[in-house]
């Protein structure tokens, strides 16, 4: 595999301050009363939500120490915490259900009421819902599906996929693969990205790395292994699953970077389109090679500038290099998630709807 060495950890060491004290502070007994004041706030939040699946807090304290034969030195220290709530509205078949969490760094960023009001809305929005006729429209992604969409093109630029042949990038670097629109990087030495961190497991230097810039394929994410496989230098990309896993690759703080165009701006210009609350089966619904997905979706139409009325049960088609180049607009509402992601609002000129 190779480990790596001084040569590789070269470099300036981002200057971030990511530990709260106070996530490690708090009384175990205040985090769970926060939990149940979530539920109790999704609860109140609408007169139609008839029970809370699940209200959670969950926080994560880490402090990192990596020492190689090599001579390699380096630790880092971060916390992270959130509060969810999985709300329920509507009876029997029709019910439907709805998503809302705050992130935070510390346990004083958390805010209730945004968690249970996400929560609420998103799921009596779906109320009534139906199929959609099958047709091809303009989509507009929520923030969260956009996360999980820019999450799997990240994977697809990972060393490990490319160096193995395994990615529907092979052979298209320094191409025009995406909108003009279209910047995609992996910042881990952004404060706010819930994944930051000033070395990644191998203990080399974190840094911004350009993925998709102006639409145009210009890096890939490596650790020492693939980069060396590949006859590049290590991108500071290396994750590890726990210590006692080789390192892979992967995005720490993945992004497209923002446009200027508010949500309800792009909803004006998307016309006749279909919005996408939520995805299912992403995952197994996409090739990470050819790039072709299918998957399912719930949401609302589009129609005379704001949200019209909800549909479920329908699928969504494309390939991830059409969907690429069909964006039209990025949002300005850049939205960091828990996890290696960011969201925001992204219209795509089209894609194939699949429903009655």
Not at 20 to 41: F, I, M, N, Q, S
Not at 42 to 47: E, L, M
Not at 128 to 146: F, I, K, M, N, Y
Not at 214 to 241: I, K, Q, W
Request: aromatic residues 4%; glycine residues 12%; negative net charge.
């Amino acid at each position: 595999m190779g480990i790596a060495t001084p040569a590789d950890a070269v470099g300036p060491v981002p200057s971030l301050d990511l530990w709260r004290a106070d996530v490690t502070a708090t009384d175990t007994a205040d985090k769970v009363a926060l939990a149940l004041e979530t539920e109790a706030a999704t609860r109140a939040a609408d007169d139609r939500i008839r029970a809370v699946e699940s209200a959670s807090y969950g926080d994560a304290a880490t402090e990192t120490a990596i020492a190689t034969s090599t001579g390699i030195e380096a630790e880092a220290t971060r916390t992270t915490c959130s509060v969810t709530a999985f709300a329920l509205a509507g009876e029997g078949v029709d019910t439907r259900t709805g998503y809302g969490f705050s992130a935070g760094r510390a346990f004083s960023d958390l805010d209730v009421d945004v968690a249970a009001t996400d929560a609420a809305q998103r799921a009596v929005r779906l109320l009534g819902a139906e199929q959609a006729r099958s047709q091809r429209l303009p989509v507009v992604l929520d923030p969260l599906v956009t996360r999980s969409f820019i999450a799997i093109v990240g994977g697809a630029l990972s060393g490990e996929a490319v160096v193995k042949g395994r990615s529907m990038f092979v052979g298209h670097f320094s191409e025009q693969i995406g909108a003009a629109s279209v910047t995609l990087v992996d910042d881990p030495t952004v404060a706010d990205a819930f994944g930051a961190s000033t070395h990644d497991a191998e203990g080399v230097p974190t840094r911004r790395v350009d993925l998709i810039v102006d639409g145009e394929l210009r890096g890939v994410l490596h650790n020492v292994y693939t980069g060396r496989r590949a006859g590049e230098p290590t991108t500071g990309s290396a994750v590890r699953g726990g210590y006692a896993s080789p390192p892979a690759t992967g995005a720490r703080a993945l992004t497209l970077t923002p446009g200027a165009m508010t949500p309800d701006e792009i909803l004006a210009k998307a016309g006749t389109a279909l919005y996408v609350q939520s995805v299912s089966g992403l995952h197994s619904g996409t090739n990470p090679v050819s790039g072709d997905f299918s998957v399912g979706a719930d949401g609302l139409m589009v129609r005379d500038g704001g949200l019209a009325e909800p549909v479920r049960e329908i699928t969504i088609a494309s390939t991830l290099p059409r969907m690429l180049q069909d964006i039209v607009e990025v949002g300005s509402d850049l939205t960091w998630l828990p996890g290696g992601a960011a969201g925001m609002t992204v219209l795509v000129a089209g894609m194939a709807i699949s429903g009655s």
